[in-house]
């Protein structure tokens, strides 16, 4: 059984940066992308970083510059570094395990955490 765990959100003012953690158990981690999806209050579900499992990366143009994906397969972990934060990346983010190998397209398989809440205030 595949499992996701967030662990990082809080609350931060605008400019401030939080550190986001996901360990995956029940899959071979090193072998798939993962992806971070944030959904905000009254919006859908988006995409907003990706990383194969090669290291290739991947950013919604949102957090281009702003965020990094990184990932440590030996500790079947995939980390989401979101500095310059603004109130528009307040939201609950989920960490993903991608179907496939690649970052670009992202394919989600449909295995979901329970997110972790990140509040930007202004």
């Known amino acids: 059984q595949v499992q996701l765990v967030e662990s990082g959100g809080g609350l931060v003012q605008a400019g401030g940066s939080l550190r986001l953690s996901c360990v995956v158990s029940g899959r071979t981690f090193s072998r798939y992308a993962m992806g971070w999806f944030r959904q905000a209050p009254g919006k859908e579900r988006e995409l907003v970083a990706a990383i194969s499992s090669g290291g290739s990366r991947d950013y919604a143009d949102s957090v281009k510059g702003r965020f990094t994906i990184s990932r440590d397969n030996a500790k079947n972990t995939v980390y989401l570094q979101m500095n310059s934060l603004k109130f528009e990346d307040t939201a609950v983010y989920y960490c993903?395990?991608?179907?496939?190998?690649?970052?670009?397209?992202?394919?989600?398989?449909?295995?979901w955490g329970k997110g972790t809440l990140v509040t930007v205030s202004s």
């Open positions: 993903n395990t991608g179907a496939g190998a690649g970052a670009a397209p992202y394919y989600a398989m449909d295995y």
